[in-house]
């Protein structure tokens, strides 16, 4: 079977010479232990070419759907959205402690960047992963739990094909979702702390230039107060609001009224077309929270350089974790998120200026999104993280079956770190 695949954004053309769609865990056994070298492609959400591979191509999008909740774990297959599994969850009267901005991707894809969601005290979404169940380079079955070293590694797709996930869940609560605009720099500069953490999750929409925070998405868990007017010396919006400008707000989530977490938790509605409808790039980068503020003046001393390709920019916080690949390993971070233009040759000639403005404060990128991070610089970034990522990674896969030329050049700068 061969598809000529794009991600989601367009920008990215996979270079498959096989896909497969399987429909049995059996029919995937046998794509696996057949291949040489083999990835596996989630809904296309990544902009780079992290899911890409030269040879076979899985999609796991015809397997059957898996949904089980049992006490305060939910199971459900690696292809699953956010969408179907919260609207599960929710039916159930349970849910998860936190959903990307975006629930349109597959549960998997997101816990194999270590990243998604928003919030002082909530770990990003791969914090919730409890065990997974994967295909192995021999076609075999093998489960990786947590406090394991190979759920460790089964970040980034480096052990084998992912098609079973068990997470963590919680009774279900009710969010309010409010907006306000007009936030000065002064305002967000001297309170940012109180300002971060005045709710369950905080989402700051900026062009980094002077005008200042332009909105502010506040997401709280009920019971809470009525909104208040002023908020850091911005004001309640009085309408519904996109975070790009001139893009059509009915496709976010509704505010000012409270509602079910997963109709709240994620700043685009279910059944509408997420953030700029793909016609856009993607970046993200990470930095330790006390690094905050100096950060953020730095981001508007390139506010110029990045005018012309940025759509809007988000600043968001996240709570530590302990996964070894994740940005937020140990330390509570800030994110600095771009939704760019779709030119992707402007985008990659902005880069350099906003990754130099960063690089002070040890900023790493999203492991889905456009960076021009080299595999050296994420070496001497994770430091004896990557290398244990990396020795499972050989351990269990010393073939390197599950491996595309990104993941080559991080087990090779891996192993040249410790001469």
Known sequence: MSTPLTNWAGNVRFQH????????????????????????????????????????????????????????????????????????????????????????????????TCTHGSGDGNGNLTSAVRSVVYVDAGGDVREARAGSDELQAIVLGALGVVYSVTLQTQPSYRIRQDRYTGLPWTSVDASFDALMSCASSVSLFTRWDASGVQQAWVKRRE????ATRNFFLGSLASAPLHMVPGMDPASCTPQGEPGAWNERLPHFRAECPPSADGDELQSEYFVAREHASRAMRAMRSVATDLADVLLCGEVRSIAADDFWLSPAYGRAVIAFHFTWTSDEARVRSVLPRLEAALAPFDAVPHWGKLSLFTALRLCALYGDRLRRWAAVARRVDPAGKFRNEMLDRLVAAAADSKL
Request: aromatic share 4%; net charge neutral.
């Open 17 to 112: 010479r096989r896909f497969h769609a399987p429909e049995s865990l059996v029919q995937l056994q046998n794509v696996v232990r057949q291949a040489q070298r083999v990835r596996c492609v989630g809904k296309g959400h990544s902009f780079n070419a992290v899911a890409d591979t030269t040879q076979d191509l899985i999609t796991l999008d015809k397997m059957p759907q898996e949904l089980e909740l049992r006490g305060d774990v939910v199971t459900c297959s690696a292809a699953t959205t956010y969408v179907e599994l919260a609207a599960f969850l929710e039916r159930n009267g349970a849910a998860l402690h936190n959903l990307s901005s975006t629930p349109h991707v597959s549960v998997m894809g997101a816990i194999a």
């Open 223 to 226: 019971p809470v107060a009525p």
